[in-house]
């Protein structure tokens, strides 16, 4: 059966989310077409409301602020950045209340015109950051422990060794003892992430 066009491509659009199939994304549609019209209308309306939301130019989180709140919090400590992969990454260690200095990701959590080339916007990025903010004392990597993890935290304690003034003013650190290998940090609770933070060792 071929459905209507209106239908085929919600189905289409819902099959690319993460973690979802066709199956599951026809049930989402056949759901939608259930409902009053009005919770649909609001879904539309919460969708439209994600234009508001931009990444903050300092930590490069998702916020409908610039910066965002946590970058203009006078009770964090500028000399810590500490550096995630992704925004659940950055929500996970702050829920875990045992960090106060500021946060940098790697991948903008709201993509705008950002180029698709990780490496050059890693350089332009985070070194741009770290060479206009001179309070910043140490970086910490807070990626996952596993092979792309260590590789990312490799590559970038070369990138940083390579610039002698970055080298003198900044320490480097990591994630330690506490997450088992392999741990991704989004489903890691808050003790162990309490303990990966407080460990960290010298890089
Ligand atoms: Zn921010």
Do not use: W
Not at 20 to 27: S, V
Not at 145 to 169: C, H, P, Q, W
Not at 178 to 189: C, F, K, Q, S
Request: glycine share 6%; charged share 25%; proline share 4%.
């Amino acid at each position: 059966m071929i459905y209507p066009s209106e239908i085929q491509k919600l189905i289409d659009f819902f099959s690319h989310f993460p973690g979802i199939g066709p199956k599951a994304a026809q049930r989402f549609v056949f759901y939608l077409l259930r409902v009053e019209k009005e919770k649909r209308v609001n879904l539309a309306k919460a969708i439209k409301d994600l234009e508001k939301i931009k990444s903050c130019s300092l930590c490069r989180n998702f916020s409908d602020q610039d910066p965002c709140p946590l970058c203009r919090d006078p009770r964090r400590d500028p000399s810590l950045l500490l550096l995630v992969a992704r925004p659940q990454d950055l929500m996970a260690l702050e829920k875990s209340g045992q960090y106060q200095g500021l946060y940098y990701l790697l991948t903008k959590a709201s993509q705008g015109t950002e180029s698709n080339n990780f490496i050059e916007n890693i350089s332009q990025g985070l070194i741009g950051r770290l060479k206009e903010d001179q309070r910043i004392k140490e970086l910490i990597f807070g990626f996952d422990l596993n092979v792309k993890g260590e590789g990312m935290a490799l590559y970038l304690t070369n990138l940083i060794n390579k610039d002698f003034s970055l080298k003198k003013r900044i320490k480097l650190s990591q994630m330690a003892r506490g997450l088992p290998l392999g741990a991704e940090i989004e489903y890691a609770d808050d003790l162990t992430l309490a303990a990966a933070l407080q460990n960290r060792k010298s890089l």
